[in-house]
């Protein structure tokens, strides 16, 4: 890798669902209230499958992914949003697939870094009620019913994580990543947090309180890393995924055209 990059296979251009229309979903909402007739959930497994199916058909052949995480508030004017962009071209221009949540904000800037340079834009966007209008530099998107389904692809696809300030759902993502690490259900793959100012506070807590108290350790915390520096962000990504996990964490994957697949992803 000489020329300090990551090679990888194309990804499709085919799309999902359309966009706004009737995305509006109450069976996730149901399937929470408690036990439902026998029927009911051998139909929402049955729901739940498809959604995963879908999601590996999808993102099956893209290779080395980042994850980008933040907010879906941030216009186009804000510091963050210039940031994340900034990231997604770096991240691009590294070899890796920018992936995200595919919505506007945060996920619309690091989608539209990767497109400036020719990168792979993909996202995995959620049925909400809210928020949902897509961003416009996507090569690829898949729209999933569930909440879990979608954070798994966005972790199973990834061998990094970026996350930019945001609200309930950013809170969710990086700690369940954090979780996964510290728990040995996913590799020590690295996780990067911009926004020193919006973060710091948080940090602080995660040192002061939690690792005096014992609930986590050092080590843990210190595999997050907080700054302000796009640069130092994706060179921090890039190092340790070439050093530590190698690009052969995705192993070459041979389309089979039984299932209708090519190089660019499913026919759908």
């Not at 149901?30 to 009911?40: A, D, F, K, T, V």
């Not at 210039?82 to 995200?100: D, I, P, S, Y």
Request: proline letters at 6%; glycine letters at 12%.
């Amino acid at each position: 890798m000489n020329d300090g990059s990551l090679p990888g296979p194309v990804p499709s251009s085919s799309g999902g669902a359309s966009w706004g229309k009737s995305t509006r979903s109450s069976d996730e909402y149901y399937w929470l209230e408690g036990p439902q007739s026998r029927r009911r959930e051998l139909l929402r497994l049955v729901r739940i499958l498809y959604d995963f199916i879908k999601g590996y058909r999808a993102l099956h052949f893209l290779g080395p992914c980042v994850t980008v995480f933040g907010s879906a508030r941030f216009r186009e004017d804000h510091r963050y949003y210039h940031m994340a962009r900034e990231v997604g071209r770096l991240l691009a221009q590294k070899g890796f697939t920018v992936l995200t949540g595919g919505g506007p904000g945060i996920m619309e800037a690091a989608n539209r870094g990767a497109r400036d340079v020719g990168g792979k834009s993909i996202g995995c966007n959620i049925e909400l009620p809210t928020e949902q209008k897509p961003n416009p530099y996507l090569d690829q998107w898949t729209e999933f019913r569930y909440f879990f389904v979608r954070k798994v692809m966005l972790v199973k696809y990834s061998c990094a994580f970026i996350v930019f300030p945001g609200g309930f759902g950013t809170l969710d993502e990086i700690f369940e990543t954090a979780t996964l690490i510290q728990t040995g259900k996913i590799l020590r793959f690295p996780v990067v947090v911009l926004g020193m100012d919006y973060w710091g506070p948080l940090h602080d807590f995660l040192k002061s309180t939690m690792v005096q108290e014992g609930t986590i350790t050092s080590e843990e915390l210190s595999g997050l890393m907080l700054t302000d520096s796009p640069l130092d962000a994706v060179e921090r990504v890039f190092t340790e995924v070439t050093t530590n996990f190698g690009i052969k964490a995705w192993p070459a994957m041979c389309p089979s055209w039984v299932l209708g697949e090519t190089a660019r992803g499913p026919r759908e």
